[in-house]
């Protein structure tokens, strides 16, 4: 993705009130972030475990979102981002408020994704035995699919589809 800046993120969120966008914390490390490698930011909030933020490029721009879980523990599960069939455990279901009205009035949307948000690790494995083919090719395809599920679903949270 473009490098952005935390005026940048703050800036992107969709479905944070002014106040929750500028106080949110800002993932740590963010002037090293290899920008070229990363699909999409996401991160946990130190402070509440059951919130999560998500920045995630579509088309021409950037759409930041808040994401809560009510899950506890995580669990076997597809993660609907990397839709990686190895890594399975510590997936949970996120959800997060639509933009505007339609969130006002309390819409959701829900996604199931891994905890730590090492999707563009996990799309970027090597393929295995049975899975076969050019590795390269493997992990072009693998990648733009996670960015196409993420934008997707940042795109229905900001309400452009
Ligand atoms: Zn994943």
Known sequence: METISEKGIRASFVNASRREAAQLPIPKGLDKTDWENTDFLAWND???????????????????MVLTTAQTGSKQ????????????????????????????KGNTVGTMIHDGFDCPRFARRMPTPQE????????????????ANAGSFAERVAGLR
């Open 77 to 104: 599960a597809m993660c609907s981002w990397c839709e990686d069939i190895i890594e399975t455990s510590d997936v949970k279901m996120f959800s997060a408020k639509l933009a505007g009205a339609a969130g006002r």
């Open 132 to 147: 076969g083919g050019d590795p390269e090719q493997f992990v072009a395809t693998r990648v733009a699919k996670l960015r």
């Open 46 to 64: 130190p402070r509440n475990g059951q919130r999560s933020y998500a920045v995630v490029p579509v088309a021409d721009r950037v759409v930041g």
